[in-house]
């Protein structure tokens, strides 16, 4: 059973920093591009869409959405079969739940989510 779990979302104040971790378990992790999403607070209904945020192959190559470009950096630990997120200079525009989805052929498995609320 494939499951991503996703951790680190939380309340912090522009300017701030958060670091998001997703751990993964029953898949071959290492050979799965691995991205965040992120879907702002409201618009949850299925099929909505979720925006990717950032992407990381298996091999380390990383690709960022030009909002977050300087100020969000992705990583991977295929040792542990995790992926984080380190967000720094968060904005309120930011919030959002964010989602981690392991991606293979077009398969795609998702997290639940976690929430990220920049306010002050």
């Known amino acids: 059973q494939v499951q991503l779990v996703e951790s680190g979302g939380g309340l912090v104040q522009p300017g701030g920093s958060l670091r998001l971790s997703c751990a993964a378990s029953?898949?071959?992790?290492?050979?799965?591009?691995v991205g965040w999403y992120r879907q702002a607070p409201g618009k949850q209904a299925p099929g909505k869409q979720r925006?990717?945020?950032?992407?990381?192959?298996?091999?380390?190559?990383?690709n960022y959405a030009d909002s977050v470009k300087g100020r969000f950096t992705i990583s991977r630990d295929n040792a542990k079969n995790t992926v984080y997120l380190q967000m720094n200079s968060l904005k309120p525009e930011d919030t959002a739940v964010y989602y981690c989805?392991?991606?293979?052929?077009?398969?795609?498995?998702w997290g639940k989510g976690t929430l990220v609320t920049v306010s002050s």
């Open positions: 925006d990717l945020v950032a992407s990381i192959t298996g091999g380390g190559s990383t």
């Open positions: 029953g898949i071959i992790f290492s050979i799965y591009t």
């Open positions: 989805a392991a991606v293979l052929g077009g398969m795609f498995y």
